[in-house]
């Protein structure tokens, strides 16, 4: 009869495992070949470069509306208006989103980029029609962002009220 010794490791098992190592070790190897190298200063250069870009735009259009005679806070709400469309229209050309992928977080951060990931969605999802396109994909991304800033605003005003009783 031939039993199997219960000591003696399983030699399909011990090579099934050599094999799997061999294939991780091969898969970790493709990826690190295939994962684009980045530079981290130049990463944040070029956000601060696009993102003062932005900025200065904004500062600019804010001093224009100035000079043609209206008070701060006009002047603050056609810039804002302006840039965001500004942003809707280089998102509807396709150029924000090269930019986006040139400066990251530099064309994300200002209210640019928040113009931009609502326009997004509505864009590509515009095929589908008004209602379950446009409508349903428009606040995709931006939607959470409302949320969140809605509910950490609430929260922070409740903890300032309850700090100055």
């Known amino acids: 009869m031939n039993e199997k ?3 003696e490791p399983n030699i399909g098992a011990v090579l099934n495992e050599k094999d799997k190592n061999k294939q991780k070790e091969m898969y970790n190897k493709y990826v690190e070949n ?4 980045s530079n981290g200063f130049m990463n944040c250069l070029k956000a601060f470069i696009v993102g003062g870009a932005i900025c200065l735009l904004g500062e600019i259009l804010n001093n224009v509306y ?3 005679g209206n008070d701060k806070e006009i002047s603050a709400l056609y810039t804002t208006i302006t840039l965001v469309g500004i942003s809707v229209i280089l998102t509807g050309l396709n150029i924000y989103q090269k ?3 040139f400066a990251g977080a530099g064309s994300v951060v200002p209210i640019t980029g928040f113009a931009n990931s609502v326009v997004s969605p509505a864009i590509e999802y515009q095929a589908e029609g008004d209602v379950f396109g446009v409508g349903c994909k428009i606040f ?3 939607g959470p962002v409302i949320l969140y800033g809605i509910f950490s605003s609430f ?5 300032y009220w309850i700090m100055n009783m």
């Open 5 to 7: 010794n219960s000591n």
């Open 34 to 37: 295939m994962t684009p190298k």
């Open 66 to 68: 100035a000079s043609f």
């Open 99 to 101: 930019l986006g992928q």
């Open 140 to 142: 995709t991304i931006s």
């Open 155 to 159: 929260l922070l005003g409740v903890i």
